[in-house]
């Protein structure tokens, strides 16, 4: 077993680490700017640095004009990375990202990391808070990944994110020994705050900047106690409740103690069979039902996947991206021939099941026997249905009831020149 605290290769580096906790004023970019260049003169942080700003640091929350804010973040980070030179120090917190793509244009709450380079990694924030209708207007980000910088890889967490335990997990397990959170947390869970940064920092053995916003916004006061905690959760640095600047020398010799005595970041044993997802429709429908009762979005879509290729497994793994947890309804071999003649299926309906059960987006697997998934659908009635673009929605079997229900139907492309048909004719070819 490697020991951490004498690896040829640190986690991170010396540095001085510090968060810039001030009253975000809402729209007011230069006002915004003007603080974060006061606050950098008050720590005067060493070479090397690194500093944490709040979440949507430059510009709050401005619904309202969210274009036209979004519109000034690469003049923003251009701004950020020239006082990342001047002052020496790398520069992390949130500014909201516009992006144009088929389907129209995108905003997202995106954490950069800067320094004197330009941006060296950035983070979109995963989970929107609804109270705050961050999802009426934000896009939820994808594949959280550490950043390198010259200190060593960073994690990062965007507000709400603090929540979800496995967002930091991951980051950790590529390398990250510092993590870095931007946010705007209300005073009324402060408490929620301070606990959940210290259990960040312990469950996954790294450092921690967490850096929130203060003052009041409207009804809302926000929490300001921004932290520096070491890898056994001891509390290195913080800030009140006013604009204030904590910051603290870390020892990356710390991280390597903590981690050579047990390490909790680096055991992934894989704790559970795949088959058991494979399950019948009674057993499913109770699993659902309590699924649905502490909130979770149930997604739908079914088909033969006789010979699993690149179309299905991305397909799949789109529909997975609608909601917490994706059901995908497997026609049995009864079924198939009944549609596709006697020579169908070319693998059996076991081993077709076994086989998506074994795949990380797919949740469960439930065989039906007839021509068509309606009953199945209408019995278990999930929150989302999905199909492929090529089907119309009107036309999609147990669209009407899930839409009388109040859920969703939504199609997805297929990956072009991928189907099982074409398969089998190469094959025989």
Not at 53 to 70: H, K, N, S
Not at 126 to 131: G, N, R
Not at 148 to 166: K, M, N, Q
Not at 168 to 188: E, F, T, Y
């Given at each position: 077993?490697?020991?951490?605290?004498?690896?040829?290769?640190?986690?991170?580096?010396?540095?001085?680490?510090?968060?810039?906790?001030?009253?975000?004023?809402?729209?007011?970019?230069?006002?915004?700017?003007?603080?974060?260049?006061?606050?950098?003169?008050?720590?005067?942080?060493q070479?090397?640095?690194?500093?944490?700003?709040?979440?949507?640091?430059?510009?709050?929350?401005?619904?309202?004009?969210?274009?036209?804010?979004?519109?000034?973040?690469p003049?923003?980070?251009?701004?950020?990375?020239?006082?990342?030179?001047?002052?020496?120090?790398?520069?992390?917190?949130?500014?909201?990202?516009?992006?144009?793509?088929?389907?129209?244009?995108?905003?997202?709450?995106?954490?950069?990391?800067?320094?004197?380079?330009?941006?060296?990694?950035?983070?979109?924030?995963?989970?929107?808070?609804?109270?705050?209708?961050?999802?009426?207007?934000?896009?939820?980000?994808?594949?959280?990944?550490?950043a390198?910088?010259?200190?060593?890889?960073?994690?990062?967490?965007?507000?709400?994110?603090?929540?979800?335990?496995?967002l930091?997990?991951?980051?950790?397990?590529?390398?990250?020994?510092?993590?870095?959170?931007?946010?705007?947390?209300?005073?009324?869970r402060?408490?929620?705050?301070?606990?959940?940064?210290?259990?960040?920092?312990?469950?996954?053995?790294?450092?921690?900047?967490?850096?929130?916003?203060?003052?009041?916004?409207?009804?809302?006061?926000?929490?300001?106690?921004?932290?520096?905690?070491?890898?056994?959760?001891?509390?290195?640095?913080?800030?009140?409740?006013?604009?204030?600047?904590?910051?603290?020398?870390?020892?990356?010799g710390?991280?390597?103690?903590?981690?050579?005595?047990?390490?909790?970041?680096?055991?992934?044993?894989?704790?559970?069979?795949?088959?058991?997802?494979?399950?019948?429709?009674?057993?499913?429908?109770?699993?659902?039902?309590?699924?649905?009762?502490i909130?979770?979005t149930?997604?739908?879509?079914?088909?033969?996947?006789?010979?699993?290729?690149?179309?299905?497994?991305?397909?799949?793994?789109?529909?997975?991206?609608?909601?917490?947890?994706?059901?995908?309804?497997?026609?049995?071999?009864?079924?198939?021939?009944?549609i596709?003649?006697?020579?169908?299926?070319?693998?059996?309906?076991?081993?077709?099941?076994?086989?998506?059960?074994?795949?990380?987006?797919?949740?469960?697997?439930?065989?039906?026997?007839?021509?068509?998934?309606?009953r199945?659908?209408?019995?278990?009635?999930?929150?989302?249905?999905?199909?492929?673009?090529?089907?119309?929605?009107?036309?999609?079997?147990?669209?009407k009831?899930?839409?009388?229900?109040?859920?969703?139907?939504?199609?997805?492309?297929?990956?072009?020149?991928?189907?099982?048909?074409?398969?089998?004719?190469?094959?025989?070819?």
């Open positions: 077993m490697t020991d951490p605290s004498t690896s040829t290769a640190p986690l991170l580096k010396p540095c001085f680490a510090g968060c810039l906790q001030f009253d975000v004023k809402t729209g007011a970019i230069d006002a915004n700017i003007n603080a974060v260049e006061k606050g950098l003169d008050r720590l005067s942080l070479y090397p640095g690194i500093v944490v700003l709040p979440e949507l640091w430059a510009t709050g929350f401005a619904y309202d004009r969210l274009d036209e804010m979004a519109g000034k973040t003049e923003i980070l251009n701004r950020l990375q020239k006082l990342a030179g001047q002052y020496r120090v790398v520069i992390a917190g949130s500014l909201p990202e516009a992006v144009d793509c088929e389907e129209g244009r995108h905003f997202y709450n995106t954490l950069s990391i800067t320094d004197q380079t330009g941006v060296l990694g950035t983070y979109r924030k995963q989970y929107l808070f609804a109270p705050m209708h961050e999802d009426r207007y934000f896009s939820a980000g994808d594949s959280p990944a550490a390198a910088t010259p200190i060593g890889r960073v994690a990062s967490l965007v507000c709400f994110d603090l929540r979800f335990p496995e930091v997990r991951n980051q950790a397990r590529d390398g990250a020994g510092l993590l870095v959170i931007s946010a705007q947390w209300p005073a009324a402060r408490d929620h705050w301070q606990t959940l940064v210290r259990a960040r920092a312990i469950e996954n053995q790294l450092f921690v900047l967490a850096c929130n916003r203060c003052g009041t916004t409207g009804d809302t006061e926000f929490g300001g106690n921004s932290m520096i905690v070491a890898p056994d959760g001891t509390v290195l640095s913080s800030a009140g409740d006013g604009v204030e600047e904590p910051s603290v020398r870390i020892d990356p710390l991280l390597g103690q903590v981690r050579s005595r047990f390490t909790s970041v680096g055991k992934t044993p894989h704790s559970f069979y795949d088959s058991t997802k494979v399950i019948e429709e009674e057993a499913l429908g109770e699993k659902l039902s309590r699924s649905q009762g909130g979770r149930i997604v739908f879509t079914n088909g033969c996947f006789d010979i699993l290729h690149t179309g299905h497994v991305t397909y799949l793994e789109q529909a997975r991206k609608k909601g917490d947890c994706l059901v995908v309804g497997l026609n049995s071999d009864a079924s198939i021939k009944s596709k003649g006697p020579d169908r299926p070319i693998n059996s309906e076991e081993s077709r099941a076994r086989i998506l059960a074994a795949l990380g987006c797919v949740d469960f697997v439930v065989l039906f026997d007839e021509d068509t998934p309606h199945l659908i209408t019995t278990l009635m999930p929150d989302v249905l999905v199909k492929g673009a090529d089907w119309e929605i009107e036309n999609i079997v147990g669209a009831e899930v839409l009388a229900a109040g859920g969703r139907v939504e199609t997805i492309a297929f990956v072009e020149n991928h189907s099982t048909t074409s398969l089998i004719e190469k094959i025989r070819e």
